[in-house]
């Protein structure tokens, strides 16, 4: 079993940033396009953003330009910045290692005045 581990998730005021991390096996991360999702209460797991092995990135319109995914292949960690961040942004977000079964078990982010 391949455990994705996240972290970074808080209360955040809008328009302000968060950085989220997720960190996975050696062997395993260096090969996978890693990605970011979010779910809201009550609805379906929404992709945000891609990122392959060599960096190449791709985002949902609703966040591109805001967030940025990036990835750390020595240290085995994908990122998710978020800048601007509004109220719908609050959910659950989770790191996925695509075309695999492996999640990561979310960390929570609550945008709130």
């Known amino acids: 079993q391949v455990q994705l581990v996240e972290s970074g998730g808080g209360l955040v005021q809008p328009g302000g940033s968060l950085r989220l991390s997720c960190a996975a096996p050696?062997?395993?991360?260096?090969?996978?396009?890693m990605g970011w999702y979010r779910q809201v209460s009550g609805k379906e797991r929404e992709l945000l953003a891609t990122i392959t092995s060599g960096g190449s990135a791709n985002y949902v319109d609703s966040v591109k330009g805001r967030f940025t995914i990036s990835r750390d292949n020595a240290k085995n960690t994908v990122y998710l910045e978020m800048n601007s961040l509004k109220f719908e942004d609050t959910a659950v977000y989770y790191c996925?290692?695509?075309?695999?079964?492996?999640w990561g078990q979310g960390t929570l982010v609550t945008v709130s005045s």
């Open positions: 996925h290692a695509l075309f695999t079964a492996f």
């Open positions: 050696g062997s395993f991360f260096s090969i996978n396009v």
